[in-house]
């Protein structure tokens, strides 16, 4: 099982969320809440206003998200789903615990004791320069204040 963290549309009640749940996709259970460790810019960009982590580290806020444990087949999926590694990477990066509902080995017992997971993260470093000056967020939510509702992919 992979460890890999969500900030976007598939997050519980947003509107991606239904793939995390279909298991024909794969497996993937809710671990927890938590927050990178480090900071990035979190954007909604494009036409169909789609959240974006932009791999800048040192700038912007902690993003929020939600930790899950996935099997080969889920992360394919996730991988497929992305766009990776054309529209986002996957990378390891740091995530601060928040919240921790995860049942496991001891290694993840301690890990979430002591606060910190290395999770997987679709974040991307293959973007238009202007998304930088874009505003940036510190969790996202589809129908959130800033007004900009995802466009799903059956209604693009």
């Excluded at 809710?30 to 460790?37: I, N, Y």
């Excluded at 902690?62 to 080969?72: L, T």
Aim: hydrophobic share 35%; proline share 5%; with cysteine.
């Amino acid at each position: 099982m992979a460890r890999v963290f969500v900030y976007g549309t598939l997050k519980k009640g947003q509107p991606n969320y239904k793939y995390m749940i279909n298991t024909a996709k794969g497996l993937a259970k809710f671990q927890g809440r938590g927050r990178t460790v480090e900071k990035y810019p979190l954007v909604i960009a494009g036409k169909y206003n789609i959240p974006y982590m932009l791999n800048i580290p040192g700038t912007g806020y902690h993003v929020a998200g939600e930790i899950y444990s996935v099997d080969d087949q889920m992360l394919q999926f996730l991988d497929e789903f992305e766009g990776c590694p054309d529209m986002y990477q996957r990378t390891l990066k740091r995530i601060e615990v928040v919240e921790w509902e995860g049942k496991g080995g001891t290694g993840e017992a301690w890990a979430a004791a002591e606060g910190i997971l290395e999770c997987f993260v679709y974040s991307t470093a293959t973007y238009p320069p202007e998304w930088v000056g874009l505003p940036y967020h510190d969790s996202y939510d589809s129908s959130g204040k800033h007004g900009l509702s995802y466009v799903l992919r059956e209604s693009r």
